[in-house]
């Protein structure tokens, strides 16, 4: 009795807008930043650099996810959930070959002659560059759509009101809890799991050690290529796809891989988090919160009908001011990653 | 018979040779000790003989293979393990892994093992799940001989094991390479505390300028008053 009335003396309407703007929609876009600062960091952490491309892995993963679903349209109903979802895992799977290629055809030979990291890092720019002309040659520029039939949307009645989640976020946040447990086992119990943090701790001891180079690279770019894939597809089943669906995101997700600590997965996902809630409070329009205390206020304060940290459109600001703050106080990150 | 033959070996980092010509000879189950000033190419040798960096000149014999310019996970598999002086754990990963880490390319299990290392180095047990990089120095040495040890080597390359340790633990590593030795693992170390060292050598190389000054038993050496006087600090004590 008394947990009803509590509620009805809270503002429901205000909290459910909040929960559905900041906290659903932070979850959604923090889970895609994990997954794509996951695969980042576990690139930069054994290879030792920046992969500008990582972006445009995703892009690529959901435009293979996309033409998978456009050869198999109905695969998605006959087991009751939408087919770019169904085809992820055979997305993720061309897509760790292709970043395996790209390792072979660009990486490997430039790693041969021992090069500085930013040798590296432009050669990434490079792939980037060609991989982005690609994906515009192949598909065009124009929105796409992953979804065959409509939308799924799932109201969680919560207080009269409805938290509401579509399909593809709540898959989003399955997939980025599934993919945080299997990486954690990976990485502690396997042999290859371990062997790969030995190598990102001391690359020369592991090779004292007899763990080899190629194999732990090899399963570097499996990770990251099929995270990556699972991202983008995920995210353009969430918005629509577009050739520059993830590389409007790569500077949040480069700020979520710096703000956990260059090399850390775990510090990668809590960044992930982290820059993703940021942005969405940051934009969060205040005003509507303070409404319910209109009546207790003086006459003399009139409420603005907006108060955002920072508009909609300047959100991109959000990931840079973290990340500078991140580089000037804390430069190892949160979870005590590589000096830059 | 001998474990392990460097033969008139020269070599370097790319630039001008550091070895100008290295020789030495162990026998299975001996600890060989390698002293010598600065730059003498002490290091230098170990890193040539694990196939570090490139032999340019000469030969490496291992257990009876020419193992010239091979490639270190093959000499681990093999059966030699090395010990850099610096940066010899893996510091984010706990004891434990570090030597599970020395065991990689091991296919049995090898739990048994990670228990001897334990009765070896007692003060592990307890730290087995902490970080290596947050162990003492003395402690971390113990993990970094113990992950070398998990491959069970023929022969054990030790680089300056008791570089920047207090007395005490010096005292401690030194044991643990007399009875590292006992149980049937050759070793061949770096040492700047060259008597203690020749102490315990069964031979000894004194190296300088790339080459070896003198070579002979580690007794010997520390009798002889040519070795003492140049580099060992002051005249032979008996």
Redesign the interface.
């Known amino acids: 009795m008394e947990q009803v009335g509590f509620l009805s003396a809270m503002p429901i309407n205000e909290i459910v807008f909040f929960i559905n703007k900041v906290v659903v929609a932070g979850l959604i876009i923090g889970s895609v930043y994990a997954l794509g600062a996951v695969g980042l960091t576990l690139v930069w952490g054994i290879l030792r650099f920046a992969n500008f491309a990582h972006g445009d892995l995703m892009t690529l993963g959901a435009f293979i996810a996309f033409v998978l679903t456009m050869v198999m349209p109905g695969l998605g109903a006959a087991v009751g959930l939408p087919t770019a979802f169904v085809v992820m895992p055979i997305a993720m799977a061309i897509t760790a070959l292709i970043t395996i290629g790209l390792d072979k055809a660009f990486y490997q030979p430039l790693r041969k002659t021992n090069p500085k990291p930013i040798t590296l890092v432009i050669a990434s720019f490079g792939v980037m560059l060609m991989l982005q002309g690609l994906i515009r040659l192949i598909w065009g520029t124009a929105p796409r759509n992953m979804y065959v039939t409509p939308k799924e949307i799932y109201r969680i009645p919560f207080a009269g009101k409805d938290i509401i989640i579509t399909e593809p976020q709540l898959l989003l946040i399955v997939v980025t809890v599934v993919a945080i447990v299997a990486l954690h086992l990976f990485l502690t119990r396997s042999?290859t799991g371990?062997?790969m943090?030995?190598m990102s701790?001391?690359a020369?001891?592991?090779?004292?050690?007899?763990?080899?180079t190629d194999k732990v690279v090899r399963t570097t770019w499996i990770i990251a290529g099929s995270l990556a894939a699972a991202a983008g597809t995920l995210l353009a089943m969430d918005v629509s796809l577009k050739p520059d669906l993830s590389f409007n995101i790569l500077i949040p997700i480069v700020a979520a891989m710096i703000v956990g600590g260059i090399g850390q997965p775990y510090g990668a996902i809590s960044g992930g988090l982290l820059v993703g809630f940021t942005e969405t409070v940051a934009v969060f329009n205040w005003s509507i919160l303070l409404r319910p205390l209109k009546p207790h206020l003086p006459d003399w304060i009139e409420l603005p009908a907006s108060i955002a940290f920072v508009p909609t459109e300047y959100k991109i600001v959000v990931p840079f001011v973290i990340l500078v703050a991140v580089l000037i106080w804390r430069p190892n990150g949160i979870f005590k990653g590589k000096v830059l | 018979m001998s474990i392990l033959k460097m033969t008139d070996v020269h070599a370097g980092y790319g630039g001008a040779n550091i070895l100008n010509g290295v020789n030495m000879e162990i026998g299975a189950h001996e600890i060989g000790v390698i002293v010598g000033p600065n730059g003498a190419g002490k290091s230098t040798s170990l890193k040539a003989l694990?196939g570090?960096l490139t032999v340019s000149e000469g030969s490496v014999v291992f257990d009876g293979k020419d193992v010239t310019n091979a490639k270190?996970?093959n000499l681990?598999?093999g059966g030699l393990s090395?010990v850099?002086q610096e940066?010899?754990?893996?510091?984010?990963?706990t004891v434990r892994?570090n030597l599970?880490?020395?065991a990689?390319?091991r296919k049995d299990d090898y739990r048994h093992l990670i228990e001897k290392m334990f009765e070896y180095f007692p003060p592990l047990r307890d730290k087995q799940k902490q970080p290596a990089g947050e162990l003492s120095g003395g402690q971390r040495q113990m993990v970094a001989i113990g992950?070398a040890l998990m491959?069970e080597p023929k022969l054990l390359l030790l680089d300056e094991p008791t570089a920047g340790l207090s007395p005490r633990y010096m005292g401690e590593i030194f044991e643990r390479v007399i009875a590292i030795n006992a149980s049937g693992v050759g070793i061949l170390m770096v040492e700047q505390n060259a008597r203690q060292a020749l102490a315990i050598a069964h031979k000894g190389f004194v190296l300088a300028g790339g080459r070896n000054s003198f070579t002979d038993t580690g007794q010997a050496l520390l009798d002889n008053p040519e070795v003492a006087e140049s580099f060992l600090g002051g005249g032979a004590k008996h």
């Not at chain 1, 020369?204 to 080899?212: E, K, V």
């Not at chain 2, 940066?87 to 990963?93: C, E, L, Q, R, T």
């Open positions: 042999r371990k062997a943090r030995a701790d001391n020369d001891l592991a090779r004292i050690s007899g763990i080899s | 694990f570090l270190p996970e681990v598999r090395f850099p940066f010899n754990v893996f510091p984010a990963m892994e599970e880490m020395g990689y390319v992950r491959m």
